[in-house]
């Protein structure tokens, strides 16, 4: 494990895989470097089917998940994201990597991409680049921080982070940001997610990226179904690693 120290002394913390000189591949949410033993067993199996073709780098992001400390709370936007990731880009040692990152991750992935130049192939999973669902995520992620209020063992700002992130997207002109983007980009999503209905977040996400893909093929985006999948299966790598790997291997050059 490195950590890099931002601009207000907090250390993120990460780590790297791999060849150097092979080209670099950030993992985003939901992979961190260091978490409870389901998730970072997952993470594991992402690093093993990608470690021998790409230099890898994982961290504790956004801030309060694994052994990076301080979370923003509402502080915590897209601007905050794209500038810290280049934080932890720098101290891994690499100028462009390619970006994969699930639901959350696929969310901040799309807005560091917009908001950076050193994003070379994005790979978003779990999450429509257009038709996305701003507005019911602050609503969703604000009716889980207020619950969460008090609960013993749990920082609040975590959940309020999400908060922030999502707040200033609610009027984010998606289409016209996500047409700018000129790198290879590919998104992933099974045929069968609604969300998480469980845990409150009730979203038709596969209906929501059918109804995006002809515009979203028409700007030069990969779709990708997983037959039968769902919110949490298709994030395994046992039901899309094959896929990501797969566009990763055309869409980032050897550096």
Not at 230 to 236: E, I, K, V, Y
Request: proline content about 7%.
């Amino acid at each position: 494990m490195k950590s890099v120290r931002v601009a207000d002394g907090t250390e993120i913390w990460f780590a790297t895989h791999g060849d150097p000189s092979c080209p670099a591949l950030l993992l985003g949410p939901h992979f961190y470097a260091s978490l409870g033993r389901t998730e970072e067993d997952d993470t594991s199996r992402w690093i093993d089917g990608l470690r021998d073709e790409f230099f890898l780098i994982v961290a504790d992001y956004p801030r309060g998940f694994g052994r990076t400390g301080n979370p923003l709370g509402l502080d915590f936007t897209p601007d905050v994201a794209a500038e810290e990731y280049d934080r932890i880009a720098d101290a891994a040692g690499v100028e462009r990597f390619g970006w994969v990152g699930y639901s959350y991750g696929g969310a901040i992935g799309l807005q560091v991409a917009c908001r950076s130049t050193r994003v070379s192939a994005l790979a978003v999973g779990g999450f429509p680049p257009l038709r996305a669902p701003y507005r019911e995520m602050v609503e969703i992620t604000t009716r889980m921080a207020t619950a969460s209020e008090g609960a013993a063992g749990m920082d609040p700002k975590l959940l309020w982070s999400a908060v922030g992130f999502y707040g200033p997207l609610a009027d984010w002109p998606e289409r016209a940001e996500v047409t700018k983007l000129r790198m290879p980009c590919m998104t992933y999503m099974g045929t069968a997610d609604v969300g998480v209905p469980a845990h409150g977040v009730d979203i038709p996400l596969a209906a929501r990226l059918r109804e995006a893909e002809p515009d979203l093929k028409a700007m030069g985006w990969q779709i990708e179904w997983i037959e039968g999948g769902d919110h949490l299966s298709t994030a395994q790598a046992s039901a899309s690693l094959p896929v990501v790997r797969h566009f990763f291997r055309k869409g980032l050059s050897p550096a």
